[in-house]
């Protein structure tokens, strides 16, 4: 399988936890990205990486969560102190871009997302 | 914050009606692009399109895009039961992200 890959697929936990949830992007793809989605809502961006380096976060990325991608390859998200709030699906996205000072983003590929549940 | 807004949120059609689904954003953009998912599952990419095209094809699909009025529609010709998903748009603003709107659930009925 040459996709994104996303594990857990699921994940109950409860307040007060800690969870990791890791991604494999698709192996040429020197871009990694998270995004959260809420029930009925559109994914919404949280951060990226160009290769192992973070370049941007969102505000909606509180203290309780880093991402890493420590050789530019895999990355986990790691959500400290969880909260009921934190309950979502994750979705981890992928993508080559040619030029390093491209500013065009071409099409992502997406893993099937890790679910959250904070009881 | 979520650039995009879907018109409407949910269609429900007969299985061979066509489905059109309208987008607007509301900075200038690179490329619009759009995506589709089914139920619990990650995002598909359907179909980019440039900020200086008007229309594409692919299959199916058709979208356009009118860059004055800051909005794209989706068109699904001939719909089939398995078309049935949620589907957004997505805006390249230039800052290395993709925008994503709140979506249109359309349900195809046999």
């Known amino acids: 399988d040459t996709g994104v890959s996303q594990n857990p697929r699921h994940k109950i936990t409860k307040r007060g936890q800690n969870v990791t949830f890791r991604c494999d992007p698709i192996?040429?793809?020197?871009?990694l990205y998270w995004y959260r989605q809420t029930l009925g809502q559109g994914p919404e961006f949280l951060t990226y990486?160009?290769?192992?380096?973070?370049?941007?976060k969102s505000r909606l990325l509180s203290d309780r969560f880093s991402a890493e991608r420590p050789k530019g390859s895999f990355s986990t998200l790691e959500i400290q102190r969880t909260e009921q709030g934190d309950s979502a699906m994750y979705l981890c996205a992928s993508s080559l871009n040619r030029m390093r000072t491209s500013l065009i983003l071409g099409e992502l590929f997406f893993g099937e997302g890790s679910r959250l549940t904070v009881l | 914050s979520q650039q995009g807004e879907e018109d409407p949120q949910a269609l429900s059609i007969q299985e061979g009606e066509n489905a059109t689904m309208n987008c607007s954003y509301k900075?200038?953009?690179?490329?619009l692009q759009w995506y589709r998912q089914n139920s619990g599952r990650g995002l598909v990419h359907l179909i980019l399109i440039r900020s200086n095209e008007r229309e594409k094809h692919s299959g199916r699909l058709r979208v356009t895009l009118d860059t004055s009025k800051k909005s794209s529609s989706l068109l699904i010709t001939a719909s089939r039961a398995a078309d049935t998903a949620s589907y957004f748009c997505a805006t390249d603003g230039g800052a290395q992200k993709l925008v994503f709107g709140q979506g249109t659930r359309l349900t195809i009925n046999p």
């Open positions: 192996s040429e793809h020197n871009r």
């Open positions: 990486f160009q290769n192992e380096a973070q370049l941007e």
């Open positions: 900075t200038s953009i690179n490329n």
